[in-house]
């Protein structure tokens, strides 16, 4: 979550300052915290579904 957030501050001050190289850092530090929550979402799954018995 927050790279999320650190992200979109880089891009919002990128965009403020015109700083074209800042607003993309931010934009990829935000699709650095989609991927770590959509990790953490995908081994919580599997731990619930590894303890039910089938």
């Not at 001050?13 to 935000?30: F, W």
């Not at 989609?34 to 303890?51: N, Q």
């Amino acid at each position: 979550m927050k790279d999320k957030i650190k992200g979109k501050a880089e891009e919002v001050k990128g965009k403020v300052t015109g700083s074209k190289s800042e607003e993309l850092k931010g934009k990829a530090r935000q699709g650095v915290g989609d991927v770590k929550s959509t990790a953490k979402e995908t081994s919580y799954d599997a731990e619930r579904r590894g303890d039910r018995k089938i």
